[in-house]
């Protein structure tokens, strides 16, 4: 019997039937009038039910793509498709699981890896798993920490972890199964760690309050080193030079460790002096209610910012960073490095609808309104950065080279959609009578997702916007270039 027509034999229902009679009733599960110690109980059993359930998931997923890479693999053998074909639809079936999972591709792949693990070449961790006894987490650390090793010695891995994998820190887990790789196969252990360096890499993300994350993922020793380096730095600051001035200047700085460090790190990565603005482009898009309070269409808009791909920022630090560049930041020439380009939204303000035509590119142009329309790739849960923008129809199809048939995916995605058994088509416009943001409806093999356009503000907005009465400094500033203009 297949994944999809697993049969309870005694009550004749089928197993995805069984499972959402399940979760209706972890649902309409209460809590109210129990005792403290029926709540921790109640705890405990739902943490043994997520593991089980991850079991359970692990088992289906590796047997869906299993079988599926099997018809693959049949057809490639008969030659009845090519080999970039094939490789084609395996990938596209690990995005199929991406969207059951509702993560991303990459994480997805990663969950087909660890579900293959468990079930053939970690029977101890599955065991555990299974009953509920440990999370899905401290069984994915046994599949990282082991996955250097063959099978065999993965199995024999497995078997020497099963006295600590019920009460292990994770970290002694995952430093107990080191142990066991390195006891095992120490050369598999260096080529490892040998293909680790090849992938170091430096990436950003957004934190709360308008702060981001700036990761370095490189050798222990020298990221160590270079961390060592900037603290003896910060420590030397507070050492007397000899030098009135700058002995003055160190004592009216009244930084902390922590902010002092940050921003060294930050002017010495950039190549800039301090004080100097960021020779780079950063956009914020904002309405110009918000950039100049009391003014335009939109007066009295509520200060709704957004840096695109990165997430919200408060519309007084917007104007104080705008600010800032007018008596900050100028260029090499002595120019102020500040671009202001004109956006055009439906009557609602929601979605994105052109861009200002002073570009001589239209493909240029094209290309930054879905970039900016889309903000990440479309496809649900996948927050990748859009790296192609694509046709929804394609031109061998009669599509055109449009806004409205256009999508900005991340290269996985770009490569899934061509896949046999996957389809888009453009349900919304984005300009339609009716309204409604742009909306793309993606097909696979196993079912179909909508693919809608976000907010160009981003989500999570209130749809009121307060009245700002009291101009800001920076509207005097900025009248004032216009007019010398």
């Known amino acids: 019997m297949t994944h999809q027509s697993i049969t309870d034999q005694v009550s004749g ?12 009733e972890v ?28 079991a359970a998931q692990a088992r289906a997923t590796a047997r869906f793509v299993e079988e599926r890479d099997a018809r693959v693999a049949e057809m490639a ?62 069984a994915t650390i046994v599949v990282r920490e082991t996955a250097c090793l063959s099978p065999v010695r993965r199995r024999e891995a497995d078997r020497r972890l099963a006295g600590g994998l019920r009460d292990l820190g994770d970290r002694a887990l995952a ?96 190549g800039r002096a301090p004080g100097q603005a960021q020779p780079v482009e950063i956009g914020l898009v904002m309405s110009e209610g918000v950039l100049l309070p009391g003014t335009g269409s939109d007066a009295g808009g509520a200060d709704e910012v957004e840096v695109p791909g990165h997430g919200a920022l408060a519309g007084d630090l917007a104007r104080e960073h705008v ?3 007018l008596d900050e930041g100028v260029d090499r020439d002595g120019e102020t490095a500040l671009w202001l380009r004109r956006l055009w939204t439906a009557p609602d303000g929601r979605d994105l609808v052109a861009v200002d035509s002073r570009q001589r590119l239209f493909a240029g142009r094209l290309r930054r309104l879905i970039e900016l329309r889309d903000a990440t790739c479309r496809v649900p849960w996948c927050d990748a ?18 806004a409205s048939n256009g999508m900005g995916v991340c ?30 409806r993606l097909t696979t093999p196993a ?19 307060p009245v700002v009465e009291q101009p800001s400094a920076l509207e005097a500033r900025l009248l004032a270039l216009l007019d010398a203009a």
């Open 385 to 402: 950065p859009v790296r192609q923008v694509d046709h929804v129809r394609p031109v061998a199809r009669g599509g055109e080279t449009s």
């Open 77 to 138: 053998a008969a030659e009845e498709i090519s080999r970039r074909e094939a490789s084609l639809r395996r990938r596209a079936t690990r995005s199929e699981v991406a969207l059951a999972r509702r993560c991303s591709p990459g994480q997805a792949d990663r969950h087909v890896g660890a579900a293959q693990a468990l079930v053939h070449e970690l029977p101890g961790t599955m065991a555990a798993l299974t009953a509920g006894e440990i999370s899905e987490w401290r």
């Open 175 to 270: 430093a107990a199964a080191h142990r066991a790789c390195v006891d095992l196969d120490q050369e598999s252990v260096v080529e490892r760690r040998r293909r680790a360096a090849a992938s170091r890499h430096v990436s950003v993300r957004p934190a709360p309050d308008g702060m981001a994350w700036l990761s370095i993922l490189g050798p222990l020793v020298d990221v160590v080193g270079a961390h060592v380096a900037l603290r003896a730095a910060e420590q030397a600051r507070h050492v007397a030079t000899g030098d009135p001035e700058a002995d003055a200047a160190a004592a009216a700085d009244e930084r902390g460790r922590g902010a002092w460090m940050t921003d060294t790190a930050l002017e010495l990565l950039s």
């Open 13 to 24: 229902t089928t197993v995805p039937g069984r499972l959402r009679a399940v979760l209706a």
């Open 447 to 465: 079912g179909e997702v909508r693919c809608l356009a976000p907010p160009l503000l981003g989500l999570g907005r209130a749809e009121r916007r």
């Open 27 to 54: 649902s309409a599960t209460g809590v109210d009038g129990l005792t403290e110690v029926e709540l921790l109980e109640v705890v405990a059993l739902l943490e043994m039910t997520k593991g089980a359930a991850a």
């Open 411 to 440: 290269q996985r995605h770009n490569l899934d959609k061509e896949a046999p058994g996957w389809r888009a088509e453009v349900i919304s416009t984005g300009l339609d009578p009716g309204g409604g943001a742009h909306e793309v």
């Open 323 to 325: 600010l800032r560049l």
